[in-house]
């Protein structure tokens, strides 16, 4: 009796410490739900009243909560590596802000698209690294590691790169999350003949034929309900002027491909490196059973740059793309060129390149910055050191007009009046990665002679034409009419498309399918150079160098073959 009362007590003891030092609460699946989730939403409440505001307001919401879950410590296997569930143990406080999290362990658009249409490798298996990032281990394997590569430092349309004050190029990421990968491999879309098939019925390309799986709103965040997400990082690299702790940060190869990113620039050379980095941008696509052109939202660290407006005041703080020494404020504004494109050629190995002065000039809208001011105070009350309080929705873009119902389980489909879905707000950039096209100054007009919604209005500059987006690579057709000196996000990517030059629905990264087809390999590899010492490679040879590389088989037995 006294042994039951007093293992009762412990029990008690140990519940009670729980609640202590643990504020949050699991919910029947073991997964956080307060003060923030542990899943991402499926959709905005389908019962969030039909006002912009309100929908503005929901779709926003879910932008944080789906950052957040994203952002949760990786769960780790019996061997300590991450795997791609969140941890029921650790917050968002982990280890400092230093560890995996759950979307770094989803698959790099590099580990789907392979040289000879190869077969990715399963969701979470790691990711595929370049041989010359890695290490064998006493018995000659290659390790595989959990750490991602990055081995993209030009911007989407090849705006340029964005240098620090070190002269180290920002780099970019792409991850795609299991729905979305398991669709991919379930077609066979990492391959130009899988593509084609998907095709077959559409033989003049002209309707979309890809169909990512929708999320559903559910109370609970109920995993399976998820639907795809895909999301693009960008990153700096560490160094001793940087306030480390302020940033999420992890480790990563830093790679650069012989010829760089587009193999078409000779003075790269192959490089690759082990290094810590910080996180500066985030962005997030989402397809909800709400939102058929997707969800898009921007995530960017408070120290980017400063905003136009902060040239009218002091300059205090120390900027991590900005060095307020070499640009003073003079009458309110910069005195030097800012968000300027490096010049070419664009190689992160040549030494003293001039660093980018990055200035902000999309500011967050009034209902972004309230959704903001909520979550900033909800991490900073449960964790007063969380890196994540470092950070903020730049905005978010969603569609406001689409047919509400066609599409699989009742979910919403485009509406063809308005094939974007006629996106809210007008435009959308991270600082880190659409940087050389913010936005239209106030007083321009789209050049279908329609004003500048006030939502979308960039900073006033006066009429010096000191300072221009960069210039347009052509007018664009999605309604709105906004042509290419500004960023939305939805505009861009509704050109995205597939090999077969189809719709691709809005993700760019299936045009990376390559052919199965030796003759087709062979050409594309002597384009390129290839990351093979110019060997041209066989089917049978792409799949051994992915099996070689995924430590499948011992590299001896590989050369044995
Ligand atoms: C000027 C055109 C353009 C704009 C504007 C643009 N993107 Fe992209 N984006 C691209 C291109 C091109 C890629 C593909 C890069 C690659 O495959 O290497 C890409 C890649 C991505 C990816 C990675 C997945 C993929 O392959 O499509 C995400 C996520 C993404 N963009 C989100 C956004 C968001 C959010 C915005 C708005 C804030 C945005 N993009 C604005 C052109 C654009």
Redo the contacts with the bound molecule.
């Keep these: 009796m006294l042994a039951i009362v007093r293992r009762h007590v412990i029990l008690l003891l140990a519940f009670g410490l729980l609640f202590v030092f643990r504020p949050e609460l699991a919910n029947a699946a073991g997964c956080w739900t307060a003060p923030y989730s542990c899943n991402p939403g499926g959709d905005i409440n389908p019962s969030t009243a039909a006002t912009y505001e309100a929908k503005y307001r929901a779709y926003a919401e879910l932008a944080w909560r789906d950052f957040i879950a994203l952002n949760f410590p990786a769960k780790t296997n019996p061997q300590g590596k991450p795997e791609p569930k969140p941890s029921k143990v650790h917050g968002l406080d982990y280890h400092a802000g230093d560890y995996t999290a759950v979307w770094q362990t989803w698959p790099e658009?590099r580990d789907i698209f392979l040289a000879g249409a190869a077969v990715p490798a399963a969701f979470g298996a790691g990711h595929q690294t370049p041989r010359d990032c890695l290490r064998k281990d006493a018995s000659g394997r290659i390790e595989l590691t959990d750490k991602i590569v990055l081995d993209?430092y030009v911007q989407?349309?090849r705006?340029g790169p964005v240098i620090d004050k070190r002269g180290q190029y920002v780099r970019y990421g792409?991850n795609l999350n299991q729905s979305m990968f398991e669709y991919i491999a379930a077609h066979q879309l990492y391959s130009a003949q899988g593509q084609a098939a998907m095709d077959v019925n559409n033989p003049d390309h002209d309707k979309k034929t890809v169909e990512f799986p929708v999320g559903q709103y559910s109370e609970n965040d109920d995993p399976a309900m998820t639907g795809s997400i895909?999301?693009?990082s960008s990153w700096k690299i560490l160094d001793a002027s940087d306030n480390k702790l302020s940033f999420y940060r992890t480790q990563a190869y830093v790679y650069d491909q012989a010829g760089g990113t587009f193999a078409d620039e000779p003075t790269v050379k192959e490089q690759c490196s082990l290094k810590p980095i910080g996180l500066v941008g985030f962005?997030?696509?989402h397809l909800t059973s709400s939102a058929p052109q997707w969800v898009?939202?921007?995530f960017e660290h408070v120290d980017n740059g400063p905003w136009l407006n902060d040239f009218t005041f002091l300059l205090k703080r120390a900027y991590t793309f900005f060095d307020a020494a070499k640009c003073p404020a003079s009458g309110g504004l910069p005195s030097c060129a800012f968000d300027t494109v490096p010049a070419e050629p664009w190689n992160p190995q040549r030494s003293g390149q001039t660093p980018t002065q990055l200035v902000r000039l999309a500011a967050p809208g009034k209902l972004a910055l309230t959704v903001n001011e909520q979550y900033n105070h909800r991490i900073k009350t449960t964790y007063p050191n969380s890196v994540w309080a470092n950070y903020f929705l730049v905005d978010v873009?969603f569609p406001t007009n689409v047919k509400a119902s066609g599409g699989e389980q009742g979910a919403a489909v485009p509406n063809p009046a308005y094939p974007d879905g006629l996106p809210a707000t007008s435009f959308?950039?991270?600082s880190t990665?659409?940087t050389y096209?913010p936005g239209f100054f106030h007083g321009q007009i789209t050049p279908s002679s329609n004003p500048i919604p006030a939502d979308d209005q960039m900073q006033t500059l006066p009429p010096t034409g000191a300072v221009m987006p960069f210039s347009s690579t052509g007018p664009h057709t999605v309604s709105g009419g906004a042509d290419?000196t500004t960023?939305?996000?939805v505009?861009?990517?509704s050109d995205?498309a597939m090999t077969t030059g189809s719709s691709s629905d809005?993700?760019?990264?299936l045009?990376?399918a390559q052919s199965k087809d030796k003759t087709h390999l062979r050409t594309l590899r002597m384009k390129s150079g290839g990351d093979t010492g110019g060997k041209v490679l066989t089917r049978h040879d792409a799949s051994s160098v992915v099996e070689y590389v995924m430590g499948a088989s011992k590299p001896e037995e590989q050369a044995g073959k």
């Excluded at 809005?506 to 990264?509: L, N, Q």
Aim: net charge neutral; with cysteine.
């Design positions: 658009a993209e989407a349309e705006m792409l895909f999301v693009k962005h997030i696509v898009w939202s921007t873009q959308l950039s991270n990665m659409e096209i290419r960023s939305s996000c505009s861009c990517h995205a809005f993700v760019f990264s045009s990376r």
